[in-house]
């Protein structure tokens, strides 16, 4: 079908319905296509209403083609104000967009005093499609200033996932201030670029990230398959700039350039169990300064080794036969050890450019809840570390010193005040409407003999349950089953919000997300303990504000 439509104002209106048929709808002006879509036509009221920013197009006349029905056509408005779709059930503390499809974080820099966020996006539907790049920031977590897209699909692909990265040596020539940001054309993966195949291109801001402009030609050619997700990044003990690309199945190319431009094949990786979404940094252990290169991948698989500039000399495992790779992510998994991607997670986490020593990284939780203008949300963010365990250096992850500032209120209380600590204690910590949360708990085992009686603890929070076991040295938790590792006091931080919990514990080596099975904020938090002794604080949290 085709049909034509005067604008007259600055936006237009298109009306998404969940559920209902995909349509490829393409948008013309004078014979040029400017815009394709995929999206849900259906013929019923919208669910939410998304927008295209049509105020270049004042006056003249717009052809909307594709295999939609009238009806759906009849619901297009063209009005001088963005939609506003009432929210439901917003999480209180994680960030999510206004409306539509959110999943990996892009681009993530720090620049001018303020932490730019870019994540894949779909403005025209709540699942994944028509890959855009959208843009939040903050200075403090706390706050946040959302902004419209900023990186938009085309005639040679979607704009997959990229990093960002300031063009200090002016490279470019756009100033020392510009960022440029590399990200893959995903050609081939719309009706409108399958005469086209997956590329690295570059984008770039000369005002601080606000708006985004594209270079016309492509820094990487198609290499093979759906090469793509390149990792930038400028190494100052080799004067050189560095690239990480998945190429395809458990393979990683490292690429090397002195323009940010030209580049050349260094070197080529296989890590069995590793795919997508690279990150590649430096940590060093406070504990005795040693420093190991992190190459991390989508799943929060990730292995350590020594870099030159040149290559990433991987760590072996103890046999020596392959290279040694460890998981930070408490993710359920199936018989073949394969992420059950049916389950909330964290997933596709990136860190910031420009913070220095301070390694902060933020992923993609695969929250998908009905009845929600919006899928997807953010994590929290978190600060790395490098930990030396018994086992070796491992990757530790903490909540960022940010979020206590959220805290409002604050409730403790006793694990170990009764004399007879082995029998069953049971205590009411909190009870409210529309709260998040984050509790504390610091505990240990209050038996004389580790074979006499429980020891364990029971946290109901908002009817979902943490059961802890010192017994086992293991959380239960909906699908979840997290090991404890063995220590003389055990340190967990839940944050309940609406969407989801983040559990940090054993200090930060173990890092898992799960459902919040009331899919509410509202209501007790209640433990039962035994054989404990310890203490638990609750601190009532305040909403992070949004704005435009």
């Not at 392959?322 to 018989?335: H, K, M, P, V």
Request: glycine share 8%; with cysteine.
């Amino acid at each position: 079908m085709e049909k034509t439509i005067r604008i007259t104002g600055k936006y237009l209106w298109i009306p998404i319905t969940p559920g209902a048929k995909d349509s490829i709808v393409s948008f013309y002006m004078s014979g040029v296509k400017i815009q394709e879509m995929c999206i849900e036509t259906g013929e019923d009221k919208p669910h939410f209403y998304a927008w295209f920013d049509a105020a270049a197009y004042q006056g003249d006349i717009m052809t909307i083609e594709g295999d939609y029905k009238e009806k759906w056509f009849e619901g297009i408005l063209v009005r001088d104000k963005k939609p506003v779709n009432p929210g439901r059930k917003r999480p209180l503390i994680h960030y999510a967009p206004e409306f539509g499809w959110l999943n990996d974080p892009n681009g993530l820099i720090y620049d001018n005093g303020v932490y730019h966020i870019y994540h894949q996006h779909n403005p025209y539907g709540v699942k994944w499609e028509n890959m855009h790049w959208a843009h939040t920031s903050t200075r403090d977590f706390l706050s946040y200033t959302q902004t419209e897209d900023v990186l938009f699909p085309d005639e040679e692909g979607p704009a997959f996932s990229g990093t960002a990265i300031l063009d200090q040596n002016n490279c470019l020539g756009l100033g020392t201030d510009a960022i440029a940001y590399f990200y893959t054309s995903a050609g081939g993966r719309s009706h409108w670029s399958k005469k086209h195949r997956f590329t690295q291109k570059v984008a770039v801001s000369t005002d601080h990230g606000k708006t985004l402009k594209k270079l016309e030609e492509s820094v990487l050619p198609h290499i093979n398959e759906e090469n793509r997700d390149p990792k930038v990044f400028y190494h100052e003990e080799s004067g050189s700039y560095i690239m990480v690309l998945y190429i395809s199945d458990d393979t990683f190319y490292f690429f090397r350039s002195k323009d940010l431009i030209h580049w050349e094949k260094m070197q080529e990786i296989i890590i069995p169990g590793m795919w997508e979404c690279p990150d590649f940094f430096p940590l060093t252990c406070e504990g005795d300064g040693v420093k190991k290169w992190v190459l991390w991948s989508a799943d929060g698989y990730y292995c350590l080794g020594d870099f030159d500039g040149k290559y990433f000399h991987a760590e072996k495992n103890k046999e020596g036969d392959a290279i040694a790779r460890y998981q930070l992510y408490n993710i359920i998994t199936d018989g073949e050890n394969k992420a059950d991607r049916n389950f909330v997670r964290p997933y596709a986490a990136q860190i910031f450019k420009g913070t220095g020593d301070r390694i902060l990284q933020l992923s993609w939780i695969t929250s998908v809840k009905k009845d929600r203008n919006y899928a997807g949300i953010l994590s929290l963010p978190g600060e790395l570390g490098l930990s030396k365990t018994t086992e070796g250096y491992r990757i530790c992850i903490n909540p960022a010193k940010e979020l206590a500032k959220l805290r409002s209120e604050t409730f403790s209380e006793a694990l170990d005040k009764k004399e007879e600590t082995l029998a069953p204690c049971f205590a009411s910590l909190y009870s409210g409407e529309g709260q998040a949360l984050e509790i504390e708990l610091a505990f240990s085992d209050a038996r004389q003999l580790k074979s006499k009686g429980e020891s364990y603890i029971k946290l109901t929070v908002f009817g979902t349950l943490f059961s802890i076991d010192l017994f086992s040295r293991e959380i239960k938790v909906g699908p979840h089953r997290i090991p404890l590792k063995e220590e003389k006091e055990h340190h967990l931080r839940i944050y309940a919000d609406m969407d989801v919990f983040e559990l940090f514990a054993c200090q930060g080596l173990t890092y898992a997300v799960t459902d919040n099975e009331s899919d509410s904020v509202s209501g007790s938090v209640e433990i039962e303990y035994s054989g404990i002794k310890g203490d638990i604080k609750l601190h009532a949290l305040r909403k992070i504000r949004i704005s435009e």
